[in-house]
C-alpha cells in the first residue's frame, strides 16, 4: 500500500508507543517520550491504532 503524508498532534499524544511498536518503519518515540513521524510518511492504517486519535492523515 502506498504511504501517504501522517501527522502527529503531539499535545494529543500520550507516548504509549503503539503506532511505533506497529509501524516502526514510520513512527519512533522522541526523546520527548512522544511519538514522532520518522520522515513525515507513513501507513494510513497507523491512524487506527491510535488510542487517542493523535496521528491523521494528510490528503
Known amino acids: ?3 501517504k503524508k501522517i501527522k502527529i498532534d503531539q499535545s494529543l499524544c500520550i507516548g504509549c508507543g503503539c503506532c ?5 518503519e514510520d513512527i519512533k518515540i ?5 511519538a514522532e513521524p520518522i ?3 507513513g501507513e494510513e492504517e497507523a491512524v487506527g491504532v ?3 486519535g493523535a496521528i491523521s492523515v494528510e490528503e
Open 1 to 3: 500500500m502506498a504511504k
Open 20 to 24: 511505533a511498536g506497529t509501524y516502526p
Open 50 to 52: 491510535c488510542p487517542v
Open 30 to 34: 522522541g526523546d520527548s517520550g512522544l
Open 39 to 41: 520522515n513525515g510518511q
